[in-house]
């Protein structure tokens, strides 16, 4: 059974720093493309940044690039986002999710197939 596990959300001040971790399990991840997503209260999900495992692609909105950074490690089967200069409206239940590669679009929550269960990231001003 294939298993998303996110960690390090928490409450930081803003221009501060988070990293998420993404545990993932029960397959390869080689031929996935991963992603993190965010929900605030009363807004859709959020596309924030997405890596395919294999050869490390990497793709940002605006909003997150030159603060927000994604990567992985291959021997922990984890991805992290790396969150620097946080503001206020980064505050969100942040989620990790996979798809394969091969299909579909990587900002695009409804073709991922896989998620975690969430990680709160609140930033206070």
């Known amino acids: 059974q294939v298993q998303l596990v996110e960690s390090g959300g928490g409450l930081v001040q803003a221009g501060g720093s988070l990293r998420l971790s993404c545990a993932a399990s029960?397959?390869?991840?080689?031929?996935?493309?991963m992603g993190w997503f965010r929900q605030a209260p009363g807004k859709e999900r959020e596309f924030v940044a997405a890596?395919?495992?294999?050869?490390?692609?990497?793709y940002y909105p605006d909003s997150v690039k030159d603060r927000f950074t994604i990567s992985r490690d291959n021997a922990k089967n984890t991805v992290y986002l790396q969150m620097n200069s946080l503001k206020p409206e980064d505050t969100a239940v942040y989620y990790c999710?996979?798809?394969?590669?091969?299909?579909?679009?990587?900002?695009?929550?409804?073709?991922?197939?896989?998620w975690g269960q969430g990680t709160q990231v609140t930033v206070s001003s």
């Open positions: 890596l395919r495992w294999f050869g490390g692609s990497t």
């Open positions: 999710a996979g798809r394969p590669s091969i299909s579909g679009s990587y900002d695009r929550s409804q073709d991922y197939d896989t």
């Open positions: 029960g397959r390869t991840f080689r031929s996935y493309t």
